[in-house]
């Protein structure tokens, strides 16, 4: 499973989340898009339209997940170094279908960063152990 996880503002808009998907679909064929919880409104229209299941994780999730990059700023608010890191971990290790214990993730493409900088997307996939 491949998993474009994203971050971003409540300032980005669509083009710009539909770039980063754009981009990271270059990479390789996506199987779902990943988001907080609070994201998910401004995220579902868009995987809607790429036929993508939208996996919402729960901000307490992605605290202390470890990611490739580090942002102060968000290490403060939420735990973690990337947002769109630890979405995109965290689902593609659990799967749109539920959690697996046998299962794990990594990352395959670090977070890039939109044009406007108000959002920013990663890829993960899961990997079994």
């Known amino acids: 499973m491949i998993v474009a996880g994203f971050g971003c503002t409540s300032r980005a808009g669509p083009a710009s989340?539909?770039?980063?998907?754009?981009?990271m679909a270059q990479h390789a064929g996506l199987d779902a898009l990943a988001c907080l919880e609070g994201r998910a409104d401004m995220?579902?229209?868009?995987?809607?339209?790429?036929?993508?299941?939208?996996?919402a994780i729960p901000v307490q999730a992605?605290?202390?997940?470890?990611?490739?990059?580090?942002?102060?700023?968000?290490?403060?608010?939420?735990g973690t170094?990337?947002?769109?890191?630890?979405?995109a971990l965290v689902a593609a290790a659990s799967g749109a279908e539920g959690n697996d214990t046998r299962a794990g993730a990594q990352i395959m493409v670090a977070r890039i960063v939109s044009q406007d900088r108000q959002a920013t997307c990663a890829l993960a996939r899961r990997v079994l152990q």
């Open 62 to 78: 992605i605290d202390g997940i470890a990611t490739p990059t580090q942002s102060a700023r968000v290490l403060a608010a939420f």
């Open 43 to 55: 995220l579902g229209p868009l995987a809607r339209i790429a036929g993508l299941p939208l996996i």
């Open 17 to 23: 989340l539909r770039a980063l998907i754009a981009r």
């Open 81 to 87: 170094g990337s947002v769109a890191e630890a979405c």
